[in-house]
């Protein structure tokens, strides 16, 4: 297992608010982008995804907007509670080919 | 479904040691990716495997390290001899299709050499 970094940019908010977590990714040429959680000891785990194609996509308490012109993805998570807390990743891939390219990390922080 | 396993979980050795990490995916993934961590920085791509055959190792950082996914079940990272810049935690994942699917990622073996 893992415990997070040390220097990773933070985003505290409080418990029931609303979170953002915004990132830059880096090829334009990239169409398939996905949000991954990482708890203290466990591995990456996938939150959500969006292709290319699309601008917006919702899932449970969850929603991505990504915007292809700045090359800027986020996370928006409804009604942050405790159990969100955790470090949150960025990715982006391109369809047919096979690697992941992370963004550094957001730690999130939830206030009771 | 049983997720991405990994093991050790932790190991520590001294540099100039050997240490194997192991990696089995989910049953019925052709695909095994190598990533890694370290020092707090992103997370960084190694290799992938298809089945037996690596697609891509341009992401290992030098000869010291060698993967081999024998029989295209697990898959088995070895780093000989370590240096103290191989700390970190190195992860695994595996996925039904190469790009655009998601990767399930294991817990990851936390490598610290001293």
């Known amino acids: 297992g893992e415990s997070v970094g040390l220097h990773l940019p933070t985003l505290s908010v409080q418990e029931g608010d609303n979170s953002i977590i915004n990132c830059a990714y880096s090829?334009?040429?990239?169409?398939?982008f996905i949000w991954y959680k990482q708890e203290s000891g466990k591995g990456p785990q996938f939150i959500i995804d969006?292709?290319?194609?699309?601008d917006k996509r919702q899932g449970q308490r969850v929603t991505v907007l990504l915007n292809k012109t700045v090359k800027h993805l986020s996370l928006q998570i409804a009604a942050t509670q405790p159990g969100d807390s955790a470090v949150y990743f960025c990715?982006?891939?391109?369809?047919?080919?096979?690697?992941?390219?992370f963004g550094t990390g957001t730690r999130l922080k939830v206030l009771a | 479904e049983a997720g991405v396993t990994q093991f050790p979980s932790h190991s520590v050795i001294e540099k100039g040691q050997t240490v194997t990490l192991r990696c089995d995916p989910i049953?019925?993934?052709?695909?095994l990716y190598w990533y890694r961590r370290v020092m707090g920085k992103e997370i960084k791509f190694l290799l992938h495997f298809v089945k037996e055959s690596k697609q891509d190792e341009s992401g290992m950082p030098n000869n010291r390290f060698l993967a081999e996914r024998t029989g295209g079940t697990y898959s088995t990272l070895k780093v000989q001899p370590a240096e103290l810049e191989d700390s970190g935690v190195y992860f695994c994942?595996?996925?039904?299709?190469?790009?655009?699917?998601?990767?399930?990622f294991g817990p990851g073996t936390r490598l610290t050499v001293t």
């Open positions: 049953s019925g993934h052709d695909n």
């Open positions: 994942a595996s996925s039904r299709k190469t790009g655009g699917w998601e990767q399930y």
């Open positions: 969006i292709r290319s194609n699309m």
């Open positions: 990715a982006e891939n391109s369809l047919g080919t096979y690697k992941y390219i």
């Open positions: 090829n334009s040429a990239s169409d398939y």
